[in-house]
């Protein structure tokens, strides 16, 4: 089991600064995952390429930030937190600079897969700690507010690259990304240097996955991170031809979702709701119900784009409920199991584009949506009967 040696002086004030580490944690993480998106056509300009070459950045980050968690994750069972999270942040501001000085397609790849190296073990070693740290019946208050780091990569990290990029280039913007995540790794060495692993030995994935509800959980994360990386993929698309805008306005909707989400953590940081059974279930419904009513959302933009907020917030409390029931099974085993989940939702990434793309083709967004709701009652099933 974690533990945090640091409770002498002041004990509250010194767990939300390490919880603010966290989250500055997983906004590194959400930044270098979303940035390159908005840029794809800077970036292929400037290394005299295709975009569909510069997009292959994109998945050899995913497929080594997935190989990672598989197999180095289970390092912050182990060492010292501190140690362990500040080197892989140090280790993304190598990867970013590098990416900032590619000359070539093949070098951007290289150095957004050593990137994924990274985030396997920064983002499963931050969820692990959060909750591992937090007081018993606060994980999911802890846990909303780290969070938010996603929910701030969407509504800052984003817009700020577009921005960044006009005004400087696409280069400054991979720079600026490596001091942000160098000065994110002292902070998280100083902080967190005190909180250690409890296991002498490494915990296996295998065995990891074997334990009591490990499996279920999973696989229910899987078809959850299926329907919505399969949706988001569509979804920029499919507010664009519903309501004709331009790429600016379909960022809107980006950004809305991206408020609600982190409204929502904040939300969750005050009431901090017991997570049961009953509880994941009923989440799950209410985000199933969120993809099947969408094809009465999109009537107009502003019930669009209420939807998209409240599909942000639903998905704040799906996501955090979902991580705080596999810490809870994890037992001191956390960071190899929050390392299966990471490689999961990377393999979700993957699987959900290219199982909704023929969907969208033939059909459309709401149907696309639709699909993504039968996935999510699928789990739902799969939660209700699991250990």
């Not at 920029?236 to 408020?259: H, I």
Request: charged fraction near 5%; glycine fraction near 12%; charge should be positive.
């Amino acid at each position: 089991m974690m533990t945090d040696q640091n409770t002498e002086i002041n004990p509250n004030a010194i767990a939300q600064v390490k919880v603010l580490a966290l989250l500055g944690a997983v906004l590194l993480v959400g930044s270098n995952s979303f940035v390159l998106s908005p840029i794809l056509s800077e970036v292929a300009g400037g290394l005299s390429t295709q975009t569909y070459h510069v997009a292959w950045a994109i998945s050899a980050f995913g497929a080594a930030t997935a190989l990672s968690a598989l197999t180095l994750a289970g390092m912050i069972d182990r060492m010292s937190v501190g140690r362990v999270l500040g080197g892989a942040a140090l280790l993304l501001a190598v990867a970013q600079v590098s990416s900032g000085l590619s000359q070539h397609w093949v070098w951007l790849c290289l150095s957004q897969a050593l990137a994924g190296v990274a985030v396997g073990v920064l983002l499963p070693g931050s969820y692990a700690t959060v909750t591992a740290t937090a007081p018993k019946g606060r994980e999911a208050a802890r846990l909303g507010v780290v969070l938010t780091g996603w929910a701030l990569s969407l509504v800052v990290a984003v817009p700020a690259a577009a921005f960044i990029t006009e005004q400087f280039g696409w280069r400054m913007v991979y720079f600026l990304m490596a001091g942000l995540s160098v000065l994110v790794a002292g902070i998280l060495v100083m902080l967190l240097s005190d909180v250690r692993g409890g296991m002498s030995t490494r915990t296996s994935p295998l065995r990891a996955f074997r334990l009591p509800g490990v499996w279920q959980l999973l696989a229910v994360m899987l078809v959850y991170m299926t329907a919505f990386y399969g949706c988001f993929a569509f979804f920029g698309v499919g507010v664009r031809t519903a309501f004709d805008l331009s790429a600016q306005g379909s960022g809107m909707f980006v950004m809305a979702y991206g408020v609600g989400f982190g409204v929502m953590g904040f939300v969750l940081g005050v009431i901090s709701p017991k997570i049961t059974r009953g509880y994941l279930c009923l989440v799950l419904i209410a985000i199933a119900t969120s993809y099947a009513t969408w094809g009465l959302t999109l009537q107009s933009q502003i019930s669009a784009m209420a939807g998209t907020a409240i599909w942000g917030m639903l998905n704040q409390l799906g996501l955090n409920a979902m991580v705080v029931s596999l810490n809870r099974q994890a037992s001191d085993a956390r960071g190899a199991v929050m390392g299966l989940n990471s490689a999961v939702t990377y393999s979700a990434v993957f699987a959900g584009p290219m199982i909704m793309g023929p969907i969208y083709a033939g059909f459309g967004f709401a149907a696309v949506a639709g699909f993504g709701s039968v996935l999510v009652m699928c789990g739902v099933i799969v939660s209700w009967r699991r250990a």
